[in-house]
């Protein structure tokens, strides 16, 4: 029987001033130094990716950048952590925050997408987007528009037994209802998952 354990995470920060930071996971300690490398690249460059859209074309000074992250799965090889970062630019009416997340195998290094989580050629978008559009109903969520469906490359998340979807501000819901998020059973996806992949590792009952 093979034993895993969490990676082990430190936090580094950047900044750029005393109302300018941003804090962000670095994995250390892994016997797999590549897989270890990998995971690293990916979180500097997503933290920049996010850095940059803050500062982006906006004409306004940006006044004050606070970057942190939360992980939210670090078992069963599987590692899943989200990157959150608010801004708020000179005269703007509110701040605007933005999140991005990440989710390794922590073994190897590589890099989930959503469409890796699932049986190649499965129809995942509408199994997710119809488990998404029940919730929406029972939890009498107001929508700018009436929602379709998901991207095929939608944020997302793991969390222990559940895979978490979400929107970015203004993507299907006003400013003043945050980030809709939506939590979904890995039980109610068993037709669909790629078994060998992250998903296939939390649906074990063990």
């Given at each position: 029987?093979?034993?895993?354990?969490?990676?082990?995470?430190?936090?580094?920060?950047?900044?750029?001033?005393?109302?300018?930071?941003?804090?962000?996971?670095?994995?250390?300690?892994?016997?797999?130094?590549?897989?270890?490398?990998?995971?690293?690249?990916?979180?500097v460059n997503e933290t920049q990716q996010?850095?940059?859209?803050?500062?982006?074309?906006?004409?306004?000074?940006?006044?004050?950048?606070?970057?942190?992250?939360?992980?939210?799965?670090?078992?069963?090889?599987?590692?899943?952590?989200?990157?959150?970062?608010?801004?708020?630019?000179?005269?703007?009416?509110?701040?605007?925050?933005?999140?991005?997340?990440?989710?390794?195998?922590?073994?190897?290094?590589?890099?989930?997408?959503?469409?890796?989580?699932?049986?190649?050629?499965?129809?995942?978008?509408?199994?997710?987007?119809?488990?998404?559009?029940?919730?929406?109903?029972?939890?009498?969520?107001f929508l700018l528009d009436d929602f379709?469906?998901?991207?095929?490359?939608?944020?997302?998340?793991?969390?222990?037994?559940?895979?978490?979807?979400?929107?970015?501000?203004?993507?299907?819901?006003?400013?003043?209802?945050?980030?809709?998020?939506?939590?979904?059973?890995?039980y109610d996806l068993m037709e669909v998952?790629?078994?060998?992949?992250?998903?296939?590792?939390?649906?074990?009952?063990?």
């Amino acid at each position: 029987m093979t034993v895993s354990f969490p990676v082990s995470i430190k936090t580094e920060k950047v900044q750029g001033g005393p109302d300018i930071v941003f804090y962000y996971p670095v994995v250390h300690d892994l016997e797999n130094k590549q897989a270890e490398h990998l995971m690293n690249r990916a979180i500097v460059n997503e933290t920049q990716q996010l850095i940059n859209t803050l500062f982006g074309d906006i004409p306004t000074t940006l006044i004050s950048m606070l970057g942190t992250y939360e992980i939210k799965n670090n078992q069963r090889d599987v590692l899943s952590l989200s990157l959150a970062n608010y801004g708020y630019h000179d005269h703007a009416a509110h701040g605007m925050t933005y999140i991005k997340s990440l989710t390794f195998d922590s073994k190897t290094g590589q890099q989930y997408q959503l469409a890796d989580l699932f049986k190649p050629g499965s129809a995942y978008v509408g199994r997710l987007s119809q488990l998404i559009k029940e919730q929406i109903a029972k939890r009498d969520i107001f929508l700018l528009d009436d929602f379709k469906q998901i991207r095929p490359n939608q944020d997302f998340y793991i969390a222990d037994k559940a895979l978490v979807i979400y929107f970015q501000l203004y993507e299907i819901t006003p400013y003043a209802f945050g980030f809709p998020m939506f939590p979904i059973s890995v039980y109610d996806l068993m037709e669909v998952i790629n078994e060998e992949g992250p998903l296939g590792k939390m649906a074990v009952n063990n």
